[in-house]
């Protein structure tokens, strides 16, 4: 059964950073696009960056942009999210996803079609 595992998420202070990572088993993980996503308390689920199957390209929404890097490794079947500079409405639970459209850093959630059961962060102020 293809999984996708997140880890790294926490409780950190406004302004802190946090490195979340997504591991991928049974899965030609290089073949897949690879992105986070975010859902804060009552609200829906949001896109905050995503990377292509070769990690050449990325995209980030603007509310992360210069704060959040998304990185992968291929050999490991894993993908990263560095985020600096930490705000309060970072605060949510974040959800790794894989998608088949390999080479487009695609900003939809109808991209992705394998989701990962998500981490919790917290930002305190």
């Known amino acids: 059964q293809v999984q996708l595992v997140e880890s790294g998420g926490g409780l950190v202070q406004a302004g802190g950073s946090l490195r979340l990572s997504c591991a991928a088993s049974r899965l030609p993980f290089s073949n897949y696009a690879m992105a986070w996503f975010r859902q804060a308390p009552g609200k829906g689920r949001l896109f905050v960056s995503a990377?292509?199957?070769?990690?050449?390209?990325?995209s980030y929404a603007d509310s992360v942009k210069g704060r959040f890097t998304i990185s992968r490794d291929n050999a490991k079947n894993t993908v990263y999210l560095q985020m600096n500079s930490m705000k309060s409405e970072d605060t949510a639970i974040y959800y790794c996803?894989?998608?088949?459209?390999?080479?487009?850093?695609?900003?939809?959630?109808?991209?992705?079609?394998?989701w990962g059961q998500g981490t919790q962060v917290t930002v305190s102020s």
């Open positions: 996803a894989a998608g088949g459209l390999g080479s487009l850093a695609s900003n939809s959630e109808r991209d992705y079609a394998l």
């Open positions: 990377i292509t199957r070769s990690g050449g390209a990325t």
